[in-house]
Antibody
Framework: EVQLLESGGDLVQPGGSLRLSCAAS????????MAWVRQAPGKGLDWVSA???????YYADSVKGRFTISRDNSKSMLYLVMHSLRAEDTAVYYC??????????WGQGSLVTVSS | EIVMTQSPATLSVSPGERATLSCRASENISSKLAWYQQKAGQAPRLLIYDASNRATDIPARFSGSGSATEFTLTVSSLQSEDFAVYYC?????????FGQGTRLEIK
């Protein structure tokens, strides 16, 4: 069974930084593309970033230059490092396994709140 | 960026009836379209990929159709557990983009 467990969500001040982690299990992590998708409170889904099996990375324009996605295949872990956080980054962040291009499996999400 | 537009925003349907949800892409995305269901307080779940293929364990009452710019999700006979928000999403181009969602509510 595919399992994705996010952690690291927190309350952070504007301009601050945060690292989200996602522990993956139940599938061969190194052969799967991964992504982060977020959802602001009461809003729709918003793709943030993706990384393929070769380590190529992709970002939404709204986070480019501020967020960095990475993976550690030896630990089956996905990360999202977020800098210069803004109020509009407040959202539940979902770790997603792609399959190979659509979003096949979703974690339960980690809440990031950016507020002073 | 490809803009995905869903209609209607809210759809009221009685249990047992058919529901038809629409999704339009601002440019040709071939069949690179997925549908997701999200219930309150839960993560989204993949229903349909490549416009018409049901994901694992998705009941046959869910079906998808369309190509290029016009797509449809049909739920043939609504069950109580089907009332939720549905999103379409294109994966033909970067950035990946979602529609704004259709809320399917009980009439």
């Amino acid at each position: 069974e595919v399992q994705l467990l996010e952690s690291g969500g927190d309350l952070v001040q504007p301009g601050g930084s945060l690292r989200l982690s996602c522990a993956a299990s139940g599938f061969t992590f190194k052969t799967s593309g991964m992504a982060w998708v977020r959802q602001a409170p009461g809003k729709g889904l918003d793709w943030v970033s993706a990384i393929n099996t070769r380590g190529d990375t992709y970002y939404a324009d709204s986070v480019k230059g501020r967020f960095t996605i990475s993976r550690d295949n030896s630990k089956s872990m996905l990360y999202l490092v977020m800098h210069s956080l803004r109020a509009e980054d407040t959202a539940v962040y979902y770790c997603v396994k792609t399959g190979p291009f659509y979003f096949a499996y979703w974690g339960q999400g980690s809440l990031v709140t950016v507020s002073s | 960026e490809i803009v995905m537009t869903q209609s209607p925003a809210t759809l009221s349907v009685s249990p047992g009836e058919r529901a038809t949800l629409s999704c339009r892409a601002s440019e040709n995305i071939s069949s690179k379209l997925a549908w997701y269901q999200q219930k309150a307080g839960q993560a989204p779940r993949l229903l349909i990929y490549d416009a018409s293929n049901r994901a694992t364990d998705i009941p046959a009452r869910f079906s998808g159709s369309g190509s290029a710019t016009e797509f449809t999700l049909t739920v043939s006979s609504l069950q109580s557990e089907d009332f939720a928000v549905y999103y379409c999403q294109q994966y033909n181009n970067w950035p990946r983009t979602f529609g704004q969602g259709t809320r399917l509510e009980i009439k």
